[in-house]
Structures are given as C-alpha cells and as structure tokens.
C-alpha cells in the first residue's frame, strides 16, 4: 500500500498511474506464468496458485480503484 501511495504522489497524470499499475499487474502475471512450469508441478498446485492470484488481484483492484 505505501508504494501505491508513493506513486500517487509522484505522478500528477492518471494515465501513467494506470499505466504503471497495468505494468505491475503483468509482471505479477509472468512471475506466476514462471511459478507454475516445470515437471515438479501438478494441477492442485497450479490451480491453488491460480485462485490466489486472482483473490490478490480482487484486491488490488478495489485498493486501485480507492485511490483514483
């Protein structure tokens, strides 16, 4: 919640506020593309990791939405 706030802050456009959240949203999404490949993974874990990533992005999408 501080580096949201720090980058309100420092951004006086909306557009490169929401620019910038997309591009931290993505980079989230590779970081768990990353987390689920490999041979040691099976369908329970990958579908646990998929559920929580979308409970997290439930939530930043109502801190977001606070903000602006």
């Given amino acids: 919640m501080k580096i949201i706030n720090l980058l309100i802050a420092s951004l006086q456009n909306k557009d490169l506020f929401k620019f910038s959240c997309f591009c931290d ?6 970081e768990l593309n990353i987390s689920m490949q ?22 930043w999408k109502e801190d977001i939405a606070d903000l602006l």
């Avoid at 949203?25 to 590779?30: A, C, E, P, S, W």
């Avoid at 329970?44 to 997290?56: E, N, P, T």
Wanted: glycine fraction near 8%.
């Fill in 38 to 59: 490999g041979l040691d993974k099976n369908m329970l874990v990958v579908s646990d990791k998929i559920a929580a990533f979308l409970r997290k992005l439930m939530l």
């Fill in 25 to 30: 949203t993505f980079g989230k999404l590779n």
